[in-house]
Each structure stands twice: as C-alpha cells, then as structure tokens.
C-alpha cells in the first residue's frame, strides 16, 4: 500500500474512532463512499435519461444477434412511444438520438471510471470487508426473515452497532456494486461497434447484439427498481439525517435508540 494511501486511511480511521466516542454519533460513511455516491447519482439520472432517449428510436427488444420490426420482440414498448418522447423524462428533452447517444456515452465513462476508484479506494480503506462482507450466518433463511420483519416494521437500526448495514442493505449494495453495475457497463461496451472490433469475444459473452441490449435494459430497470426502494426507505428513516450523513459522514442515533 502506497505509503500517502496508508496514512490517509489511518487518518480516517482515527477519525471515525472519535466520532464513535461522541454521544450519540457514529461515523457511517467514508469520503470515497460519499464521493462516489454523489457522482453516480446525477451520472445515473443523466444515463437514464438518455438512455430512453436512445430507446425511443427503436422501443422493441429481442433475444439473439438480430432484431427488426417485422421479428418477434419479447417485450414491444411501442405503444408508450409518445409518452416516452414527452420530453419528461428524456435527455434532451426533445427527440434527438445522436444528442442522447452522446450524454449517454460520455456519462457512461464517467460512471465506468467511478466505480473503479470507487472499489480501488474501498479495498484500501476496508470498506468492503468491514462493511459488506455477507457471512454465512447472515443469509440463514431465520436470520432474513427476521431481518424483513424488521424492516416491515421500519425497524433499520441495529441498537447495538448503529453503523452496522443490516443484511438487506449489504445484499442490495454488493448487487448494485458488483453485478448490475458491471453488467451494464459490459453489455454497453458490447452494444459499441468500436469495441465489438476490438473485444469480439464481448459480444459474443452476451448472445449476440440483441440478447446484450435486452440484458442492459434489464440491468437498467433493476437499478431504477433499487433507486426507487432505496428513496422510499431514505425517507422512512429520516431524510434529514440520512442526507446530512451522506454529505459529511456523520450519522446522528435517534434518541430512543440510544
């Protein structure tokens, strides 16, 4: 380890030592997580964004290497083409598919090279190994019943280690970080005619150009499911102290948990 990276992370580890010995405060994010969440976040708003701009030209999706109108589509969105081109939710607002190829493409980097320091700085600073490790005992069916149950209840905090993810949150973030995250980056380098000539074994990983624009739609849809479940819990659990601890890493317990 880099020597500037040692005592950077040592730092922060002193850091968040003290903050755990304040009453009632405990150090839940570091700053690469806080950084990169931040990144991602107006990253995946934009890439989603133009993203159906560029589903609009053709808003059929099929299984294989080729796909026309005239060839079975396992799912025709077709019907929700004018809807889809409102301008609502599109980048740019109006129907222009090379403009919302080149949001795409240029975020699509952006999100790319994020996740790689991202994941570089969270095996330097530990993150993934104190934070999203899975154990085994973790994923016993008894323990992720009661874990639901729990969140049913709005029931998120662990009183005896506050900072502690529960299972559910270390399932979803080591989904999101390590699988549909990668799966769309790699299915976008396959849908790229200039890496199917540089990769063609990329292309043919996926099935073919169709299977991997199914696939990357898939993914997509998966995370906008995540976004939407990961907002409403936010909220549940108290958006002001859940933002302020994404923005300076401090987490306040609620008094009663205490």
Do not use: C
Request: aromatic share 12%; glycine share 6%; no cysteine.
């Amino acid at each position: 380890m880099p020597a500037a990276s040692a005592s950077a992370s040592d730092a922060e580890e002193t850091v968040a030592r003290n903050l755990r010995q304040l009453p009632g405060h405990v150090y839940r994010h570091r700053l690469a997580t806080r950084l990169w969440h931040w990144l991602t976040a107006v990253t995946i708003f934009v890439m989603i964004g133009s993203g159906i701009g560029i589903l609009n030209a053709h808003p059929r999706l099929y299984w294989g290497a080729y796909g026309a109108n005239f060839d079975h589509a396992w799912l025709d969105l077709s019907s929700y083409k004018d809807w889809m081109r409102s301008g609502i939710f599109t980048i740019p607002r109006n129907y222009n598919l090379a403009l919302s190829r080149r949001w795409h493409l240029t975020f699509a980097l952006v999100l790319g090279f994020a996740l790689l320091a991202f994941m570089v700085a969270s095996l330097i600073n530990r993150h993934f190994q104190r934070d999203l490790r899975v154990r085994a005992k973790e994923v016993a069916p008894r323990h992720l019943i009661a874990d639901a149950a729990a969140h049913a209840r709005f029931d998120f905090l662990n009183p005896d280690d506050p900072a502690r993810y529960n299972t559910l949150q270390k399932l979803s973030y080591v989904g999101v970080i390590f699988l549909i995250l990668p799966l769309m980056i790699l299915t976008g380098l396959a849908l790229s005619p200039g890496m199917d000539a540089a990769w063609p074994w990329l292309l043919e990983l996926f099935g073919g150009r169709q299977s991997a624009r199914s696939i990357h739609f898939i993914a997509a849809s998966a995370l906008v499911a995540f976004i939407v479940i990961h907002l409403a819990l936010v909220i549940l659990a108290g958006p002001i102290g859940e933002v302020r601890s994404m923005l300076t890493g401090w987490w306040r317990v609620p008094e009663d948990d205490r």
